[in-house]
């Protein structure tokens, strides 16, 4: 194809059968091992053929992960694979809906999927396009991109030396000086066992509605993919300068997407449109939830003064001075601040910024809260300028098309390299780097090295539990008994809150009750966790005759019971019949089967090949249908209709200027002839008329009775 968009100068058209995909995505979700039914992807682009095989891919999410404001996300739709046929191929991305939207590495190649609809505001015949990254050009190279110019510099300087020491810690220097000592005395090498950054990302109701299309899955879908890209190039990253990469890498702890419903809401710091990049930034660093993360970012769409893409604070050694990665919340002469934070806006002087550029963004600002200013421009070896390109930090953005395009120089990684010592190599307790199966502290969950977790000290969670200490992110204390408690709720139900000790052994305290395939339960009176009860006889039948017990658990078709395997029939009306396979993939309803009993699926379930689902008169409903109330909807407020209107005024200005007119002229012209019947309480004025309807004439001969009474009084 021709130009995709001003940054995009060439493209390719994907168009192959999303349904199938769907359903082979469908099927690898439903497999225990995430290496069986990998999803097959064939489709041809820039003149050669792609054969994917992908799989899922949830390694870039930490296990206790956190999803605000939305409770549908599907961790597996994130996948990961290679390009078959090619040995040094990698793909990564996601499938939303059967579309893949991700990145396709082969050899030096590199190559964007992204939706259409991203780019095209009518519905194409094509869902998704495909681009090359030689193809993204950035017709701005005289913007800033990184907001970080000399005022703002100025500016954040200053805040980052204003902390105040807090009042609890006064005094007690010894918390910090040892730890301070031993930066400087830490010979070289980052902590092997602590590489994993933990991150904290936001995407504002504005990214959410012209990034995401309005969708929160998509959002963080989106972030993920971002996450993962920048991953790619510190993981490959030689920090220390011994010639091998350090692996320093990132998993994503937390999620917040705002939409439309929050932007309007009193407690959401970014509900305002109109924010700059610096007044943005300190929003999110007055955010204390920020703390006991690696770094928090938020991802918007505000197009900032001079072409600025992100800004971050800049992470430092200096004594006294605060900002970047593993900052704790502090007091500043200003109020109170986390400054572990960034931002990064996905337009740019009006045009959407493709993801190659917002990627090198994300990377260029996490590369000032790891210590790295600008790349000096005038020295050769760090901003060559030459057919490599310019480096990560360089001042001004870059297409990210070039090979040192997705590398640090010299200069940064020294830079970088100093503020890992400080904050990588430390105690266990101190660090805030963590290894990637650590335990969280805090999270809830009991995980080994912990005797208990009842949340942070201020949820009320821990204010209710008397046995267990609360997690404390500065003191980096918590997750311990109290003293004397030798167990905590936090751990089970068999813990008795009040004496901190496992109820007695015995059939008293009942903690499970008996389920359709297990037995009941009770406390051993040795922990505090539950013992499952005793699993039921194998193939016990439970879900209403329509599943059977297998080692505890409801799980198998009544199907295998004779010998058969469940499927979804196709013809109507047995679609929503619960079916099974009896052989030569003949696929028959247990209506039609003799030594069964016919059964229905749950309302919910899904149907005919996962095309449909089952609603609660037992009727498979496509997953696209509308109803005639979102079909109305969407022809006179979706997006693309709003957007029409937009179009025909433009077109039709005049038009808009009359009719304005007209109304006007109108409104005025109503009021002035109902001013004569409205009454006014100003004595000077004449008084109001009535306003009453005229009698019919009197038929003939009747007369005017009031006058022929007056008659009458004159004879």
């Known amino acids: 194809g021709g130009r995709l968009s001003e940054f995009i100068k060439e493209y390719d058209t994907l168009s192959y059968n999303s349904q199938s995909v769907e359903k082979q995505h469908g099927r690898h979700r439903r497999s225990v091992d995430p290496n069986s039914n990998p999803i097959i992807l064939n489709f041809l682009a820039h003149e050669r053929k792609f054969k994917l095989r992908l799989r899922r891919d949830t390694s870039i999410f930490a296990d206790d992960l956190v999803v605000e404001n939305y409770n549908d996300f599907d961790p597996s739709k994130v996948v990961a694979g290679e390009v078959l046929g090619h040995k040094k191929s990698l793909v990564h991305g996601f499938i939303l809906d059967g579309v893949f939207e991700g990145k396709i590495h082969i050899g030096d190649d590199e190559y964007h999927v992204e939706h259409s609809s991203k780019y095209f505001k009518e519905k194409q015949p094509f869902h998704s396009v495909i681009y090359h990254t030689q193809a993204v050009e950035y017709p701005y190279p005289y913007g800033r991109g990184c907001g970080l110019s000399d005022k703002i510099q100025e500016w954040m300087q200053k805040v980052q030396r204003s902390a105040m020491p807090d009042a609890d810690l006064e005094g007690d220097h010894s918390k910090f000086e040892p730890v301070l000592h031993r930066y400087r005395r830490a010979a070289s090498g980052i902590d092997p066992t602590k590489k994993t950054c933990r991150l904290y990302m936001q995407a504002d109701h504005l ?136 931002v990064v806006t996905f337009i740019n002087y009006g045009k959407d910024v493709p993801q190659k550029v917002s990627e090198i963004t994300f990377a260029h600002e996490a590369g000032h809260n790891f210590g790295s200013p600008h790349d000096p421009e005038i020295t050769s070896a760090c901003s060559p300028g030459d057919s490599d390109g310019n480096y990560i930090m360089f001042p001004r953005a870059t297409s990210g098309e070039k090979s040192n395009n997705r590398k640090f120089s010299t200069c940064s990684r020294d830079k970088m390299y100093l503020v890992l010592q400080a904050k990588g190599i430390c105690d266990q307790e101190k660090c805030c780097f963590k290894d990637s199966q650590e335990a969280i502290c805090g999270n809830r969950v009991v995980e080994e090295g912990e005797s208990c977790d009842c949340g942070y000290q201020d949820d009320a969670s821990c204010t209710a539990d008397k046995c267990c200490l609360g997690s404390n992110v500065q003191a980096k204390t918590g997750c311990t008994y109290k003293n004397g408690a030798t167990c905590s709720p936090s751990q089970g139900l068999c813990c008795n809150g009040d004496t901190c000790s496992p109820y007695p052994g015995n059939s008293t305290f009942l903690c499970q009750n008996e389920t359709e395939c297990r037995n009941q339960s ?67 309803s247990t209506s039609d089967i003799a030594e069964m009993t016919t059964m229905t699926l749950h309302a919910g379930s899904p149907c005919d090949n996962f095309n449909g689902y089952c609603d609660v008169f037992l009727k498979c409903r496509k997953v696209d249908a509308d109803g005639p109330l979102n079909r109305l909807r969407k022809i006179f407020f979706s997006k693309e209709a709003i957007m029409s209107y937009i179009e025909w005024i433009k077109v039709y200005w005049w038009a808009v200027v009359l009719i304005g007119v007209g109304l006007i002229i109108f409104m005025a012209v109503f009021i002035k002839l109902c001013s004569v019947h409205t009454p006014s309480s100003n004595p000077n004025l004449k008084p109001a008329r009535q306003l009453t309807l005229r009698r019919s004439q009197q038929q003939h001969g009747q007369g005017n009775p009031s006058r022929a009474r007056q008659q009458a009084r004159l004879q």
């Open 207 to 342: 990214y959410t509605e012209h990034v995401a299309q309005n969708s929160k899955e998509r959002a963080i879908l989106q972030m993920t993919d971002h996450v993962r890209a920048i991953k790619a190039i510190y993981q490959g990253t030689d920090f220390d300068g011994d010639g091998n990469a350090d692996l320093i890498t990132f998993v994503i702890q937390r999620f917040l997407v705002n939409g439309s419903s929050e932007a309007s809401n009193q407690d959401n710091p970014f509900r305002n449109a109109n924010i700059g990049v610096a007044k943005l930034l300190e929003l999110n660093s007055q955010q204390k939830k920020n703390e006991g993360y690696c770094l928090s970012y938020i991802f918007t769409y505000r197009d900032f003064d001079d072409g600025v893409l992100g800004l971050a604070w800049v992470g430092d050694t200096t004594t006294g001075s605060s900002g970047g990665i593993c900052e704790n919340w502090k007091s500043f002469t200003d109020g109170h601040k986390i400054l572990n934070t960034g």
């Open 522 to 588: 009770f406390c051993n009176g040795i922990n505090a966790t539950c013992p499952l009860g005793e699993p039921k006889p194998h193939h016990t039948i439970c879900e209403d005759g329509r599943k059977l017990c297998i080692n505890g658990t409801c799980q198998g078709s009544i199907c295998m019971k004779y010998g058969y395997k469940e499927c979804q029939c196709t013809a109507e009306p047995k679609q929503c019949d619960l079916c099974c396979d009896v052989g030569d993939g003949e696929c028959k």
